[in-house]
């Protein structure tokens, strides 16, 4: 919802994106309206522009009637301009192209606060997908550390590779919680939080060990413990209802 404050437009904290073939893109009349521009001028940019932003892809233009839900701020009326049925040409952007756009406006308040909505929802999508796949919270953290090590390994005169690491890492996690391969994604939400809860604590423990100048045996094994730790005690709070 947005607010007025001092006169000046306010954009919402949350901007909601649209899923084209996989991929997470902002609708031009949003950015319009959290900037407090006139959206054709907008899309005109857009248009002038062109090549600079298919520098990032392909941009996607759409058209459909105007409808209240994207009202003309910069008219101070928020039921100014309808026209119903008349239709309205907007791009859906990606995330880089989003951001070339707001290059290419002022550095005004606005345009300040709406990066960092869209930051924040180009974030969400990712994370949302991760986690769609299996892929939860604090995984990819996790597997920084998991190549450090692997990294000790090789400096101690391992010859083990890399990606075996990390599939014990997973393996670890996965025992630890009784989850049968490729099954993340089927997790009751309550043990999906725990998973996570493990995840950034086993990253946290791997850093550390690391940052202590452990070898890769005595780092691997603090972190086997801690989680071994973790997972028994998460696992006996849960209700039934909750463990599968």
């Not at 105007?66 to 907007?90: I, L, V």
């Not at 090789?154 to 393996?171: C, D, I, W």
């Not at 391969?181 to 809860?197: E, W």
């Amino acid at each position: 919802m947005n607010s007025a404050k001092g006169g000046l437009l306010m954009p919402s904290n949350i901007i909601e994106l649209n899923a084209i073939k996989g991929e997470a893109r902002v609708d031009s009349r949003l950015i319009a309206r959290d900037l407090g521009n006139q959206h054709d001028s907008v899309v005109k940019l857009v248009e002038d522009y062109r090549s600079d932003f298919e520098e990032f892809g392909i941009v996607c233009f759409q058209s459909q009637p105007k409808a209240d839900d994207f009202p003309d701020f910069k008219s101070g009326n928020s039921r100014a301009k309808t026209r119903r049925g008349r239709p309205e040409r907007f791009a859906l952007l990606n995330e880089d192209q989003a951001y070339l756009l707001l290059t290419y406006s002022r550095n005004t308040p606005e345009a300040r606060r709406l990066k960092i909505s869209l930051v924040k929802a180009f974030s969400r999508f990712r994370e949302g997908k991760q986690v769609a796949a299996g892929y939860l919270p604090f995984y990819h953290a996790l597997h920084d550390e998991v190549g450090n090590l692997a990294m000790r390994a090789r400096l101690a005169g391992s010859t083990t590779p890399e990606e075996h690491f990390h599939s014990n890492m997973n393996r670890l996690l996965n025992k630890a919680f009784g989850v049968e391969l490729g099954a993340r994604a089927g997790l009751s939400p309550m043990r999906k939080v725990l998973l996570s809860g493990a995840q950034a604590l086993a990253a946290e423990t791997l850093g550390n060990a690391l940052a202590e100048g452990l070898g890769h045996r005595e780092a691997y094994a603090r972190v086997k413990a801690a989680v071994e730790r973790y997972a028994a005690g998460g696992l006996a709070s849960l209700p039934p209802s909750a463990v599968h």
